[in-house]
């Protein structure tokens, strides 16, 4: 058979509404006079809204430089509400978030004649209110580096902002608004474009975005993609492996494996090739490593051909040193030790033989970008 290379390259009624994705401005937020006044921004700078201004509304401004996010609400509301003791009051909750991480809180009761406000956030946040004729505006600065989870790879925030509105202090229709909007971060989103376009893909041929702390040599969780025939890391910039595949279909399945140590997760891939009248599927296994994937193995974990098929089965198993990628053979279709003529595969870990009666599998412990293997001994057979 012959098989193709592979090649790398660098209480009450609520309502809410999520719009799906929006753009912060790219301005600098180092600039930014967080006291709670909007001059700062410009009128038309609204990127997400919800209510009627008469029963109480939400308006979103944002902006992100890289570094911090700014952002910058518009409560309207007929009548701001607040007590010196216990009872119904006016509140804005934020809540903000890497996607499928912890959120970080911020709680903001707005300033009035009656109470001075009241807000709680994260240390080394800016947040601050301000009275407005028909509400009351809400700013506040987040450096990145406070979100839990954020790293150079994060493409997307979730915010979330619920507006509680009380209507009587003692009492009555107390309303929640929710406005929940993921923040594509623009410089990100670029890095993708970028990417897709030199690898010649769209997004809709992607079928698998994720994040994942995958590089022992960055802090926080990378960005990996996959479709068509490419696997691609997104840190702050871009690196990416071309797989030896004719073509899509031939990529089987793509997905991390915990194989790393502390949590650090690798890259796995299943590669169907064709030729001489037969196939094999390859088991290939990548570490990151300074944004950089970095190849750890190919293993033949299947052939075939005709009706006669080879195929391993592999499971990740507590080993001494770690986790262990464990490949064992399952029992042949067809073929017999009789049989069985090819030369074992020189550009790979080839297929493990089913009637080997010394090694019954081979055993892959990650060190650092390189894996280490041992093999199995084979079972013991009952007389």
């Not at 209510?51 to 409560?75: Q, V």
């Amino acid at each position: 058979m012959r098989w193709l290379p592979i090649l790398l390259g660098l209480v009450g009624a609520s309502a809410s509404a999520r719009a799906g994705s929006i753009r912060c401005d790219d301005l600098s937020t180092a600039d930014l006079a967080v006291d709670g006044l909007l001059d700062d921004w410009k009128q038309n700078q609204v990127l997400a809204r919800i209510g009627a201004p008469a029963d109480g509304a939400i308006a979103l401004k944002c902006s992100w430089d890289g570094t911090a996010l700014g952002i910058a609400l518009e409560l309207s509301d007929d009548r701001v509400v607040r007590v010196r003791g216990k009872g119904h009051e006016d509140r804005v909750d934020i809540s903000l978030s890497v996607t499928g991480g912890k959120p970080i809180a911020i709680v903001v009761y707005p300033g009035n004649a009656i109470a001075k406000d009241k807000i709680l956030k994260p240390p080394r946040t800016e947040v601050a209110d301000s009275l407005q004729p028909k509400g009351f505006s809400v700013e506040a600065k987040v450096p990145a580096a406070r979100i839990p989870g954020f790293s150079g790879s994060t493409p997307s925030f979730e915010l979330r902002v619920s507006f509680h509105d009380a209507d009587q202090a003692t009492g009555g229709d107390d309303t929640d608004l929710v406005l929940a909007q993921t923040i594509e971060l623009g410089d990100r989103k670029d890095l993708l474009d970028d990417f897709l376009r030199t690898v010649r893909l769209r997004r809709g041929d992607l079928k698998l975005d994720t994040m994942a702390d995958l590089d022992p040599d960055r802090r926080g969780q990378e960005r990996l993609v996959a479709g068509g025939t490419v696997i691609g890391v997104l840190t702050d910039q871009f690196a990416y492996v071309q797989l030896p595949a004719q073509k899509p279909g031939d990529v089987r399945e793509v997905k991390l494996l915990p194989l790393g140590t502390r949590g650090l997760q690798i890259v796995e891939a299943i590669v169907r090739q064709a030729g001489s009248g037969g196939s094999r599927d390859l088991l290939m296994l990548w570490t990151v490593w300074s944004g950089q994937l970095q190849p750890l193995a190919q293993i033949e974990v299947r052939k075939e051909q005709g009706t006669n098929v080879f195929e391993s089965t592999w499971t990740i198993a507590k080993g001494k040193k770690g986790p262990e990628l464990v490949v064992t053979a399952k029992p042949a279709v067809g073929w017999t030790a009789d049989s069985w003529h090819e030369e074992a595969a020189s550009d790979a870990d080839p297929i493990l033989l089913p009637w080997d009666t010394v090694k019954g599998g081979t055993g892959y412990t990650l060190r650092g970008h390189e894996v280490e293997r041992r093999d199995l001994p084979a079972p013991h057979k009952r007389r």
